[in-house]
């Protein structure tokens, strides 16, 4: 792998290493959590201090160079300005902690599988699909990360500063025999231990902790995630999976005889959540699921500064936008579910004024009220579904997954159908549930703007389509496959649509593009996506201190994706990173002020898997190297950007 050849022996740092008084600019400079930008540190004569950062763009890898295709290529730089006028430039490279299906340090002696698959009993599933080659499974699909610094660590090797990382795995894309496992396994998730260089900021895994998700009746495609402002990883499960049809689902089967060995004991009705990661001092971790944020395709939460407010991406078609508002802060197991209304003139050109946001609220619960249910409803005690007209006037028309149904809700079932069947119940309470893949989500705390990524705007989004429903507001004229990202600005003061108080300063009221794709004809290596400008974005964090909204990619119309940097402030996008040809960019995170370091962290996942229109020629050349990188096409990587220079510091006295 190209990254494990480069000396990266000092981290990608910036604002945090300014001396300022003695202390940290971390501290001096960073306005993130309060949002508060009148607050100015006083730079002591003679001491240089940030002003502002930039990157430089790479170029997209080409065909001259097939390496660069099949594996991370990094050819991006950060340049940073200080107070008299001087920049620092810092080229920046990729260093994984592991390819999964390594093993791993365990933190008793031992090694763990990373990346490896086990059972409702914690034992290793087992690939048998070739005789002679039985293997534990591991995922080719590392995905939502996040990276959180505690006080008091307790894991012993530690050298400098224990910082743990949190990353879950979404699925695994084929067994041995090339037989497609997407969904049919449950998703672990693992808890690394990793030794910060005070000197270098450099990050050493230590400790590799699967953690036990038994108690959640384990994990269902776990996609994108986030931390809370109170530490924990925020994690999804996408695709619910549909109670009607779940018993003759052949990948919901195998998945409950996988978990459970018995192909009929997984409840669909546990699944489809928001589960939580508690990190201990002691490098494991514990989990909770929360019933009570609606039972959706959860991609990517992003809580508010408030520590109550969450807006969740919702990653389906005719998907909506969603925020639940807690009964009290950094406590997600009570609150209230809300689903938007969108007003006229909706549209996807970055020069429009935007859409209002209205908000119907779904319901308020808790969620081991919700949990019970799940327990014990089964889904024709909530509500009876039609796929055709059945011609009866108490039925209603829905919009669910492409198509259209019918339903009726069973009296008294209204609240086991917000929060158990939320996308059909928001459907049918009138919820603009036209979007595409509504992934992403991330907050600019200063300017109050959210941001989500809409994956593609095709399909439901589209005037004309079978799943379009024009009184939703959403009906464009033409698709754009490549998509874009929103932006939604945010206040208080709101009432839902029946007329009572939304508890909440951080409520979205107005949505306009920020940033979009071009669809373009084939160029030479199979892009139907222009490659200078971002496709199909998916993950999404933003960075207060460097005023810079980051974008990752899960394209099928870029051969390779991409991370990408976008300064809200000077509109310059920059691409930082150039995944595996086929490899999604995932776990994306950015974390401003670790110990004094900033780090950005990016996984894949599923290298090698092509896109339909990748060139031939191209694809024969960069197929053994992604093979002989990658655990033919079975590995992925879980990592982060360094700088390639060592001991660079951003201080000048």
Same mark, same amino acid.
């Given at each position: ?40 540190a006083v730079t002591p004569p003679g001491t240089l201090s940030f002003e502002s950062a930039s990157f430089s763009s790479m170029a997209a890898p080409s065909i001259s160079d097939p390496y660069a295709m099949g594996t991370t290529s990094v050819g991006s730089a950060l340049n940073v300005k200080l107070s008299d006028g001087t920049t620092q430039n810092f080229k920046l490279a ?181 589960p939580e990661v508690t990190v201990n001092p002691d490098g494991t971790g514990s989990i909770k699921k929360h019933y009570c944020l609606g039972r959706i395709s959860h991609e990517l939460i992003q809580v508010m500064p408030d520590n109550r407010t969450a807006l969740m991406g919702d990653d389906a078609s005719n998907s909506g936008l969603f925020i639940f508002v807690a009964d009290?802060? &950094?406590? %997600? @197991?009570? +609150? ?8 006229? /003139? ?5 020069? #429009? ?7 119907i609220k779904l319901g308020s619960a808790t969620s081991a009220e919700i949990e019970k249910m799940a327990d014990t409803l089964k889904p024709s005690d909530i509500m009876t579904i039609a796929t055709k007209d059945p011609a009866d006037a108490s039925y209603t028309k829905i919009f669910l997954s492409g198509k259209t149904q019918w339903i009726k809700i069973k009296p008294g ?64 004229? &033409?698709? %754009? @496959?490549? +998509? ?8 208080? /003061? ?5 007329? #009572? ?153």
């Open positions: 792998m190209q990254a494990s050849r480069r000396q990266a022996l000092k981290l990608f740092s910036s604002i945090p290493l300014l001396p300022l008084s003695g202390a940290s600019a971390a501290s001096m400079l960073m306005t993130a959590c309060g949002g508060d930008s009148d607050t100015t990729y260093k994984p902690f592991f390819i999964t299906g390594d093993y791993v340090p365990d933190g008793k002696g031992g090694y763990s599988l990373s990346g490896g698959y086990v059972d409702i009993n914690n034992k290793p599933i087992l690939d048998t699909s070739v005789a002679g080659l039985e293997r534990q499974f591991f995922s080719d699909c590392a995905d939502g990360t996040s990276l959180i610094n505690l006080d008091k660590a307790t894991v012993s090797g530690i050298k400098g500063k224990a910082v743990f990382a949190v990353v879950q795995f979404e699925y695994t894309s084929n067994n041995q025999a090339g037989q497609s496992m997407y969904g049919q396994l449950p998703s672990p998730i693992a808890v690394l231990t990793l030794d910060q260089d005070q000197a270098t900021g450099k990050l050493t895994l230590v400790k590799y902790h699967n953690v036990d998700t038994s108690a959640a009746h384990m994990l269902w495609i776990t996609c994108g995630a986030s931390m809370s402002p109170w530490n924990t990883h925020l994690s999804s499960e996408e695709y619910e999976p549909d109670a009607f049809t779940a018993s003759s689902d052949a990948q919901f089967k195998a998945f409950s005889k996988n978990v459970f060995g018995d192909e009929t004991k997984a409840n669909p009705y546990h699944y489809g959540h928001m009290k802060e &950094k406590d %997600l @197991s009570s +609150g209230s579910l809300y689903v938007a209304n969108v007003g006229t /003139g909706f549209s996807i050109d970055p020069a #429009a004024p935007g859409a209002a946001l209205t908000w079932m209204e609240k086991a159908a917000a929060f158990l069947e939320t996308h059909r119940y928001a459907s049918f309470v009138g919820a603009s549930m036209a979007f595409t893949k509504m992934e992403g989500t991330t907050v600019n705390v200063k300017d109050k703007i959210a941001y989500s990524a809409l994956q593609n705007i095709q399909g439901s989004m589209i005037a004309g389509d079978a799943a379009n429903n024009p009184a939703y507001n959403v009906s464009l004229a &033409k698709k %754009l @496959s490549a +998509g874009g990202v929103m932006a939604h600005t945010l206040t208080g /003061g709101q009432k839902d649509l029946g007329g #009572a108080a939304i508890n909440s300063e951080w409520v979205p009221v107005l949505t306009k593009a920020l940033i979009i794709g071009e669809d373009i004809t084939k160029d030479i290596l199979g892009n139907t996506a222009n490659p200078d400008k971002i496709a199909n974005p998916d993950n999404l964090k933003f960075s207060e201190k460097l005023r810079t909204l980051f974008i990752g990619e899960d394209s099928s119309q870029h051969v390779n994706n991409f991370v990408w940097a976008y300064n809200i402030d000077t509109k310059v996008l920059s691409r930082l990173i150039s995944m595996p040809a086929g490899a999604e960019a995932t776990g994306l995170v950015v974390a401003d002020d670790v110990n004094g370091w900033t780090y950005i962290m990016s996984n894949f996942q599923h290298p090698g898997e092509w896109i339909s229109t990748m060139d031939a020629a191209a694809k024969a050349l960069v197929n053994p190297i992604v093979n002989s990188n990658y655990k033919n096409k079975f590995g992925c990587a879980v990592g982060y950007l360094t700088a390639e220079a060592t001991s660079i510091k951003l201080s000048k006295v």
